[in-house]
């Protein structure tokens, strides 16, 4: 069975500071996607990798595939009130059609 | 742009009543699917399709029924609604399979009493 762990489950910081939250797994993934879920409202796509080592920015935030696409990070610097929400990681399942979902990132940015 | 539109936002149902979440999308997409998400346990596939006409079961599909009789439409039926589908319920649609896009709705949350 094929599984994403996503670390921490939650996490609260202040505005200002820079964090680092992770998405692991022992399976080979063709790639990989992060969502931001605000309350209320469902998922939105933030980015998509798909190469080994691939680092995509947006804004203050930076996404990395790792070299063996097993895994990936979402770094944020100088963390805003606006950030906070949960992340998802999601990859590619057994099935085209089927993803794999992390359970998530609970991130609280205190004003 | 509307996207992908869900009804009803909220539903309270008794024990064994049944019911029918709609789902909508405008953006011609041949894959729809709907998820439901619990605390701690992130989105579980219930059902998905591929095209009209073509549905297929996800990770959690027992108590729950899906049609698919035209590309913008994929409802999802509460045959005898438990407590334990106490839970929101996200319909999606993308152009395809993985490394595309998936656009979520709203939501609907369902509280079974």
């Known amino acids: 069975t094929q599984l994403l762990e996503q670390s921490p489950q939650f996490l609260s910081i202040q505005e200002g500071e820079n964090l680092t939250v992770y998405c692991n797994s022992s399976s080979v993934f063709s790639s990989l996607q992060w969502y931001r879920q605000e309350p209320g409202e469902g998922p939105v796509l933030l980015v998509t990798v798909v190469t080994g080592g691939e680092v995509k920015k947006l804004k203050r935030l930076t996404f990395q595939f790792g070299d063996a696409r097993k895994d990936s990070s979402l770094h944020i610097t100088a963390a805003q009130p606006g950030d906070t929400g949960l992340y998802l990681c999601a990859a590619d399942g057994d099935s085209n059609y089927q993803l794999i979902w992390g359970a998530g990132t609970k991130l609280i940015i205190k004003p | 742009n509307a996207g992908v539109t869900q009804t009803p936002k909220f539903q309270v149902l008794k024990t064994g009543q049944s019911m029918t979440l709609q789902c909508a999308q405008d953006?011609?997409?041949?894959?729809m699917s709907w998820y439901r998400q619990d605390p701690g346990m992130g989105l579980r596939l219930i059902h998905y399709s591929v095209g009209a006409g073509i549905t297929d079961q996800g990770e959690v599909p027992n108590g729950y029924n899906v049609s698919r009789s035209t590309t913008e439409d994929f409802p999802l039926r509460l045959l005898s609604a438990a407590p334990s589908q106490t839970s929101v319920y996200f319909c999606?649609?993308?152009?395809?399979?993985?490394?595309?896009?998936?656009?979520f709705g709203e939501g609907s949350w369902l509280t079974v009493v």
């Open positions: 953006m011609n997409h041949e894959y």
């Open positions: 999606a649609s993308s152009r395809g399979g993985s490394g595309n896009t998936i656009y």
